[in-house]
């Protein structure tokens, strides 16, 4: 197998039928998984036929979404409009798709960091920024902002992590102590990131709370909204992301909890002009037209890539065929699932919630008696690796306030309650199988 991938460059023809086999028997059969009813590791959706059917189309298309007035582009920002509607922003906000969630939290930080710099900073860079700036998230925040706050130059150390409640959300007490703190330090408190749906554990911290305190404290509110902004389209969860509307930017990710195919993700900012501001650049070669294809707006001028994808016709046609209400009593099903399994970890002894759960991310572990420390650690990464070796499940782990644990994120509509027993059932058999408990 692995001599497969290490063949060198071919250098002659070969005919297609050839190429698909070799493609159909080292690639195909070999996924990572996670079209799978049990898959729950990390955080990502499960895909749809109609998806991929549009991922194929577009590429026939083959059309440039870097602008132009042409249908694609236009159904990019029909797509765009859709997902203001999801989130209840108003029409005359702009957003842009990009490849993910943490694409979209980077646009959203380039435009807090342009707004509150004080000076241009498109310009003159961010040396020539007065007071530092800094930026405020949980300490469950998401790495795409590690790496946002150093890709933006304002480093790492700008980002200050808030401690978290019990149930991993913000404290505002810490983060508003953190800003006085600063501001009496000679820094810039410029922006909060919220985030909807940790990747820990699915937290949500306070959208009641949060947009007032920003407003008093001027400073710019982004929502990383990638797990959870979605569950605004949620009929019995939808409450749980109320005040979301009130961000100054949001990013979600359809390739979550839509299911789209990788890659897409979205990112909405209350301003246009200051989206734009941030971005747009016309080069002589890349001039408008009175007609003609170079008649329309640039998408380019709202993010990074100049060359884009027709990422859009994906989540426009899934949502065509299925409807929107749909993917929202999915999320629901989803979150009813973690409940579901929270349940019957709670109802077995060798078991143990290890986090309160949220929404569909469930924190876990094996704990036979006795067994504590580095050795439950190892228990239960022995346990998952096994489970997945097995073909059973796949879970990831992590450590939350401390405590590592075992973590279904149950993002996927082909998971039904019972492939959520039988993780139970296996979990405890080979954690007494290993342990000898
Ligand atoms: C809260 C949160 N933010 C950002 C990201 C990054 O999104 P992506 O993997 O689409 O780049 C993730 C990914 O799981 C996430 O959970």
Redesign the pocket.
């Known amino acids: 197998m692995k001599t497969f991938f290490e063949a060198s460059l071919p250098r002659s023809p070969a005919p297609l039928a050839e190429v698909y086999r070799e493609v159909a028997e080292n690639v195909m059969p070999y996924p990572m998984g996670n079209i799978h009813p049990r898959f729950w590791s990390?955080?990502?959706g499960a895909g749809n036929f109609t998806g991929a059917l549009a991922d194929f189309l577009a590429a026939v298309q083959g059309s440039n979404l870097g602008g132009g007035n042409h249908a694609a582009a236009l159904l990019d920002g029909q797509v765009v409009n859709w997902c203001k509607q999801m989130m209840g922003f108003p029409a005359s906000a702009s957003g842009t798709l990009a490849?993910?969630?943490?694409?979209s939290?980077l646009i959203a930080l380039t435009v807090a960091r342009n707004v509150k710099a004080g000076v241009d900073v498109r310009d003159v860079g961010v040396a020539a920024i007065d007071k530092p700036l800094r930026f405020y998230g949980s300490d469950q925040v998401?790495s795409?902002h590690r790496k946002a706050m150093e890709a933006l130059g304002l480093g790492n150390r700008a980002l200050r992590r808030i401690s978290t409640d019990r149930d991993l959300r913000i404290e505002i007490p810490a983060l508003k102590r953190a800003i006085a703190e600063d501001r009496a330090g000679g820094f810039h408190p410029a922006c909060v990131i919220a985030?909807a749906?940790?990747?820990n554990t699915g937290a949500i911290d306070d959208l009641q709370v949060l947009p007032r305190l920003a407003a008093e404290e001027d400073l710019w509110l982004h929502v990383?909204g990638?797990?959870g902004a979605l569950m605004a389209i949620a009929p019995k969860n939808g409450h749980r992301v109320a005040g979301i509307e009130h961000a100054d930017s949001i990013?979600l990710?359809p390739?979550?909890w839509l299911h789209a195919p990788f890659?897409v993700?979205c990112v909405l900012i209350r301003d246009a002009s200051a989206h734009r501001d941030t971005f747009a650049v016309t080069p002589e070669y890349l001039e408008s037209a009175p007609r003609g294809l170079a008649s329309a707006a640039w998408l380019h001028e709202y993010g990074l890539q100049t060359t884009r994808g027709f990422r859009a016709l994906k989540v426009w046609m899934a949502l065509k065929e299925h409807g929107v209400e749909k993917f929202g009593r999915l999320i629901d099903q989803n979150i009813a699932q973690a409940a579901f399994l929270s349940r019957l970890i709670r109802n077995e002894p060798l078991l143990e919630l290890v986090a309160p759960t949220s929404i569909n991310i469930v924190c876990f572990r094996f704990r036979p008696q006795g067994v504590d420390g580095e050795s439950l650690k190892a228990l239960n990464i022995e346990i998952m690796l096994r489970l997945q070796e097995l073909g059973t499940a796949a879970l990831s782990d992590t450590t939350v306030h401390g405590e590592h644990c075992l973590r279904a994120a149950i993002d996927n509509h082909r998971t039904r309650r019972e492939d959520l027993r039988l993780l139970v059932g296996e979990t405890v058999r080979l954690g007494r199988h290993i342990s000898g408990a």
């Open positions: 990390w955080y990502m490849s993910g969630g943490s694409m939290n998401h795409c985030t749906g940790t990747v990383d990638c797990i990013a990710d390739h979550k890659e993700g």
